[in-house]
Every structure is written in structure tokens, then in C-alpha cells.
């Protein structure tokens, strides 16, 4: 009796291989966007500089109110900028970004208009409290919408700040020469267009941390394991490798309180 031919079932679904890379995609629009922000903001911050003179022959200043004047905006822009950024840091909080638009549009709007050095100098910290509050939720922004390609995602978010510092002599040519204090003014479109695109970027940032995004960094198991240096090593020396450490720092102290205690390094030119 001839015997029947063996069938082999085949299995209902085969497995699926993992994908090959896990990395979020760069999300462009957003780093245009942030890219945009960061010129705004940085060309808002050089009126302040391109100003001077204008403020200098209206109010009557000093070149010692001058230099308080820039000192008030440097440091509430670059001082007090690493103190958000650690509060960012524990608590992700989108809607900065267009609160720190927010703080500069009023400075600006208050700048045009004052009379006083005491207002200049208000309205120069709010100017810095918008960029130090811009910088940090700024650059995680782009982080976050870097993906995989982190250094273009940083050399875009850049040029958009160093476009904007770059704009001082413009700046001083064409509006504040033929316009006076009052050419601020037309800043605060720059910054109301600042505050418009910084809450569709906060909204997508938002969504972001809702989905489960998060800054930490995971640990894969290569990572986990012992230094690759340490365990060769170990391997071929086993245990002298500590001990003869542990020697070379004795032997070393040692030959170093010898010099001291004789006086030979007194007699070194």
C-alpha cells in the first residue's frame, strides 16, 4: 500500500520583522516655522541696539543710560534664559512660546511710545523676557521635530536667529533714521505674525507630549552592558588590572610627597 504524500501546513501568518529604524520623521514645517520665530524674534532684539542714537537725542541720554539700557537687555535675555530653561526642562510648557511673543509685542508697542527713561528700561526687559522665554521651548521644539537629522535641524533653527541679528544696520537706515523712535511701531506686526505662528507650533508641541513624546533618553542593551575596554581587560589581565591601578596611584603620590617634603620642586626654573 503505497504510502500518501506528507502535507505541511502552513502557519496562519507569519511573523513580521521589526522595522529596520523607529527614529520620528523630520517634520520640516515646523522647523521652518520655529526657524521664522527665531528671525523675528532676534531682529526684534537688534532694534534695541539700532535705536541708541534715535533714543539718545529724544530723551536726553547718557552713554552711562545707554549702557544700562543694554545691560537691562542682555540680561533678562541671556541670564535669566538658563532659569526658564530649567523650569522647562521639568515641566514642558507649550504655551510659552507665544506668551514670550506676547511679552515682546508689548515691549516693542511700549518702546515706540516712551517718554521716559524709565519706560525705555521696562520695555527693553519685557523685549528679553520674550527672548529668554522664546530660546529654551524654542530649541526643544526643534529637537523634537528634528527626527533622525538633529544637526539640520539645529543649523535651521540658527539661521533664523542669526538672519535676525544681522538686520541692526537695516534696521537703523531704513526706519529708524526716516521714522524716529515712533518706526518700532511697525514691529509689533513682526511680533503679532510671531504670536500667530508660535500657537501652531505650541498646538502641535502640545500634541506631541499628549502622544507620549518624552525627552528622556532610552538605553538599548549594548548601552547596558560592561565597557567594551574594561571587559578586554579584564579578560586578559583578570584581576592585576585593578591592582596595578591602585599602584600606579600609590607609586605616584608617593614619588610626589618625596619631591615636596626634600624640596626639589623649589629648585625647578
Given at each position: 500500500m503505497a504510502d500518501k504524500p506528507l502535507s505541511l501546513a502552513k502557519p496562519a501568518s507569519l511573523p513580521k520583522s521589526a522595522p529596520s529604524g523607529t527614529g520620528q520623521e523630520t517634520v520640516y514645517r515646523i522647523l521652518l516655522a520655529i526657524s521664522f520665530v527665531h528671525l523675528?524674534?532676534?531682529?526684534?532684539?537688534?532694534?534695541?541696539?539700532?535705536?541708541?542714537?534715535?533714543?539718545?537725542?529724544?530723551?536726553?541720554?547718557?552713554?552711562?543710560?545707554?549702557?544700562?539700557?543694554?545691560?537691562?537687555?542682555?540680561?533678562?535675555?541671556?541670564?535669566?534664559?538658563?532659569?526658564?530653561?530649567?523650569?522647562?526642562?521639568?515641566?514642558?510648557?507649550?504655551i510659552l512660546l507665544p506668551i514670550g511673543m506676547c511679552f515682546t509685542f508689548a515691549g516693542v508697542f511700549i518702546l515706540a511710545y516712551a517718554g521716559s527713561y524709565i519706560w525705555v528700561l521696562f520695555s527693553v526687559v519685557l523685549i528679553g523676557l520674550g527672548s529668554a522665554t522664546f530660546h529654551p521651548e524654542g530649541m526643544r521644539v526643534a529637537h523634537m521635530a528634528a527626527g533622525m537629522r538633529k544637526g539640520l535641524s539645529q543649523s535651521i533653527f540658527q539661521v533664523g536667529g542669526n538672519a535676525g541679528q544681522s538686520l541692526a544696520p537695516l534696521l537703523t537706515r531704513y526706519i529708524f533714521v526716516p521714522f524716529g523712535q515712533i518706526g518700532a511701531l511697525g514691529f509689533t506686526i513682526v511680533a503679532a505674525a510671531g504670536i500667530v505662528v508660535q500657537s501652531y507650533v505650541a498646538r502641535w508641541y502640545k500634541q506631541m507630549l499628549d502622544s507620549g513624546?518624552?525627552?528622556?533618553?532610552?538605553?538599548?542593551?549594548?548601552?547596558?552592558?560592561?565597557?567594551?575596554?574594561?571587559?578586554?581587560?579584564?579578560?586578559?589581565?583578570?584581576?592585576?588590572?585593578?591592582?596595578?591601578?591602585?599602584?600606579?596611584?600609590?607609586?605616584?603620590?608617593?614619588?610626589?610627597?618625596?619631591?615636596?617634603?626634600?624640596?626639589?620642586?623649589?629648585?625647578?626654573?
Open positions: 523675528f524674534n532676534d531682529s526684534i532684539q537688534s532694534v534695541i541696539p539700532a535705536i541708541f542714537p534715535i533714543l539718545k537725542d529724544n530723551l536726553l541720554l547718557t552713554f552711562t543710560q545707554i549702557g544700562w539700557i543694554s545691560f537691562a537687555i542682555n540680561f533678562t535675555s541671556s541670564i535669566i534664559q538658563p532659569v526658564i530653561g530649567y523650569a522647562a526642562d521639568r515641566k514642558p510648557t507649550p513624546y518624552t525627552f528622556k533618553k532610552t538605553r538599548s542593551g549594548p548601552v547596558n552592558g560592561p565597557c567594551p575596554a574594561k571587559k578586554y581587560l579584564e579578560r586578559h589581565h583578570g584581576t592585576r588590572y585593578p591592582c596595578f591601578c591602585a599602584f600606579l596611584v600609590r607609586s605616584c603620590h608617593q614619588q610626589l610627597l618625596c619631591l615636596l617634603s626634600d624640596g626639589c620642586l623649589q629648585n625647578i626654573d
